[in-house]
């Protein structure tokens, strides 16, 4: 329901009419823009982890060395983003899309706070962007509400240990395929999204890695002790042999 809800969100959206709303073809110039941006805020990200590196806890000073041996990686993904074509359209998106966001009514949901991220000048909310960065915010918040819980249980049992850290992680991947299947169910015929399903998982991929990288700045610069949730999510993203499921994998699985 909540992935129906956003896609019939997103067709909202990109029928109203004035300016800054509307939709426009998301073209190459535009995509290599993305891409640009995507990799200044990864080498900043970077930047901040070896400016913290001395202060960190020894198992945070691994993860993030990993990290850095996976920026070949991480780099190429955002590359691909520039190389795409024909990757649907963009619209005026919510902006600041997670859980926090979302009022559940009676078994179904409504949608609040369409400022966009309060951080971000007005200027850079209002532009049309691909309806899958407001999806990309969604898959990581349920990361985030998986890892939190995950935190608090750990905190009132002392003796739990890493056994349920897997579960975790599942939770979160089903979740996510979960909504992606709702959202496609709504979207895709809506003209909105790349006809690709393999350019619709490499641009939803590209914005999950860059919100991810956003969360990992936020916290490394306000409660580093939370900073282990958006790198471990970096890790398991980047790294194939951490053998972790990608919600991504369902836009393979659609037409």
């Known amino acids: 329901m909540l992935g129906r809800r956003t896609g019939q969100l997103h067709g909202a959206l990109a029928a109203l009419r004035g300016e800054g709303f509307g939709h426009l073809p998301l073209e190459r110039a535009a995509l290599q823009s993305l891409a640009g941006e995507m990799q200044a805020q990864a080498q900043r990200v970077v930047g901040m982890l070896a400016q913290v590196d001395n202060g960190m806890p020894e198992v945070l000073t ?14 190429a993904r955002f590359t691909r983003i520039g190389e795409l074509d024909r990757a649907g359209q963009r619209i005026r998106t919510h902006g600041d899309f997670h859980l926090g966001q979302v009022l559940e009514i009676e078994g179904d949901f409504a949608f609040i706070d369409f400022e966009g991220e309060p951080t971000r000048p007005i200027a850079e909310r209002r532009v049309l962007q691909s309806p899958l960065r407001d999806v990309a915010g969604m898959l990581r918040s349920f990361g985030y509400a998986a890892q939190a819980g995950l935190r608090l249980y750990h905190r009132t049992h002392a003796d739990s240990g890493t056994a349920l850290d897997p579960w975790a992680t599942a939770w979160e991947a089903t979740m996510g395929e979960t909504y992606l299947r709702g959202y496609l169910a709504t979207a895709d015929t809506s003209g909105l999204l790349p006809d690709d399903p393999e350019v619709r998982r490499s641009l939803l991929q590209g914005f999950v890695l860059d919100k991810a990288l956003y969360e990992l700045a936020y916290e490394l610069g306000n409660r580093p002790e939370w900073a282990e ?20 994998a369902v836009m393979n699985a659609t037409r």
């Open 229 to 248: 949730i958006p790198l471990d999510a970096l890790l398991r993203l980047l790294d194939p042999a951490s053998g972790a499921a990608e919600p991504t």
């Open 62 to 75: 691994a993860r993030a060395s990993r990290f850095r041996d996976l920026g070949a990686t991480l780099g």
